[in-house]
């Protein structure tokens, strides 16, 4: 077996991808803040903010509930035991890294931190690259035409 096929990456990348967006995200909001909308249309994105929290928590803990039921590994630097396609992974492939950027934008509008919402999706693009792209195949190696099939019908992100 190789070493894809055991398990897709030896970090779990996207956790660590992630926590060092939002940290770069309060440092350059620290050192260079960008300035925010002000008066009713920030007010309704603060608003919409807590809106895009809800759904990415809800993403999130579906997922992750969805992983648990199926008895697969939750944890991105692990092997897949089963091929989870119901749930959240009905419409997307990844359903916690696009709720984890999502908590990201949401936690900008909420804020009014811009680097939240420009950050978001490097953090997506980093995660595709040193994370999906690897587990992608890996899960093809585990569960071939199977995983081949699904990833035909379901989109990577939305």
């Known amino acids: 077996m190789t070493a894809v096929e055991t398990r897709p990456n030896t970090l779990p990348w996207p956790p660590i991808v992630y926590v060092a967006a939002v940290a770069a995200a309060f440092v350059l909001n620290w050192l260079v803040p960008l300035p925010w909308i002000p008066g009713p249309l920030g007010e309704l994105l603060f608003a919409v903010g807590w809106l895009v929290v809800g759904g990415a928590l809800a993403i999130d803990i579906t997922a992750m509930r969805t992983m648990a039921r199926a008895k697969t ?24 890294y696009l709720g984890n950027t999502m908590l990201m934008i949401g936690i900008g509008l909420i804020a009014g931190i811009v680097w939240f919402i420009l950050l978001a ?38």
């Open 73 to 96: 590994t939750i944890m991105p630097h692990r092997g897949s035991d089963h091929l989870v396609t119901s749930g959240p992974f009905s419409f997307t492939r990844n359903p916690i």
């Open 121 to 158: 999706p490097v953090a997506a693009f980093v995660t595709q690259k040193v994370a999906i792209e690897r587990e992608e195949r890996h899960l093809e190696m585990r569960f071939g035409k199977k995983y081949r099939d699904y990833a035909k019908k379901v989109r990577r992100w939305i």
